[in-house]
């Protein structure tokens, strides 16, 4: 299909984008596998924020202002994903699509 080969090009880049940000910035001794989850666990704690003392209703639709703010959280929690699963030599899509296949139905 187009659209997977796309999408893994698509994230192969940003991953590129983001070894180059990190580099530039010296930030790659930071980068361990522990410091990266938790980084990512602060971000999805972040996210989580936007949403915790709404309704269903409410978080379904969300300020223009909420709604870019959970955007950007996103944004963060798909970062440091990308940067982990990297730092571990995991492709994600791939990951997502075993992932799947051994879930129960």
Known sequence: ???ESDGAQGLEELARQLESFVEARDRVRFNS???LS???AGEVGE???HFQWLTQEQSSHL???THEAAR?????VQIYLL???RKL???LLQAARDRLQTSPR
């Open 83 to 85: 940067l982990l699963a």
């Open 33 to 35: 596998p522990k410091n």
């Open 38 to 40: 938790m980084a990512l």
């Open 47 to 49: 996210l989580i924020e």
């Open 72 to 76: 950007q959280e996103i944004a963060d």
């Open 63 to 65: 300020s223009a202002e």
């Open 1 to 3: 299909m187009k659209g």
């Open 89 to 91: 030599d995991i492709d």
